[in-house]
């Protein structure tokens, strides 16, 4: 799984994909790391890193995400390109959308070209996963300034397609 974290302010791209042994491997912005990751209770986890352990909780108050690492209170954002809300939230946003592939694929088709116009829910590009093809949409109307990818390329999850303004 790819997740964008804005902490402190500043934007980390981490990879999360089991491992063998009930082990985790965690890459923080290109950066590998094995971990040992117990869920306690809910919204309590333990990690294990590098031999040292960390108890860390989950505060998801609903005005602020944060991390609690021993005395330290960490805040956090999500940002990630599968999740519903976001997308939903993009779609009554003004300015420019980012349209980012939400699974890794093989891009089909185009729908449509650069500088056209597009509906809000009209189709903007066909990605192929796991034998099934996916049509991406627009969230809202705008104009598509931007196509980023061409026909057979590969795209990972988070990718960046299209932007739409």
């Known amino acids: 799984m790819k997740l964008q974290l804005a902490i402190e302010g500043q934007m980390r791209q981490i990879d999360i994909e089991p491992s063998a042994n009930g082990h985790w491997r965690l890459r923080l912005d290109g950066a590998s790391v094995i971990a040992d990751v117990s869920l306690l209770r809910p919204g309590v986890l333990s990690l294990l890193i590098a031999g040292q352990s960390w108890r860390v909780v989950l505060d998801d108050h609903p005005s602020e995400l944060a991390l609690h ?4 209170r960490i805040p956090y954002r999500i940002e990630d390109p599968r999740s519903l809300r976001q997308r939903r939230r993009a779609a009554g946003a003004d300015g420019p959308i980012t349209l980012k592939a939400s ?8 729908l449509i070209e650069e500088g056209e116009q597009v509906a809000a829910h ?6 192929e996963a796991m034998k099934m093809q996916n049509e991406l949409k627009s969230p809202r109307e705008g104009r598509v300034t931007h196509i980023r990818v061409s026909p057979g390329d590969t795209v990972a999850s988070g990718d960046t397609l299209a932007i739409i303004e």
Do not use: F, S, T, W
């Open 103 to 110: 699974m890794p694929g093989r891009v089909v088709r185009l």
């Open 69 to 72: 690492v021993g005395p330290e």
């Open 122 to 127: 009209q189709g903007v590009l066909v990605i």
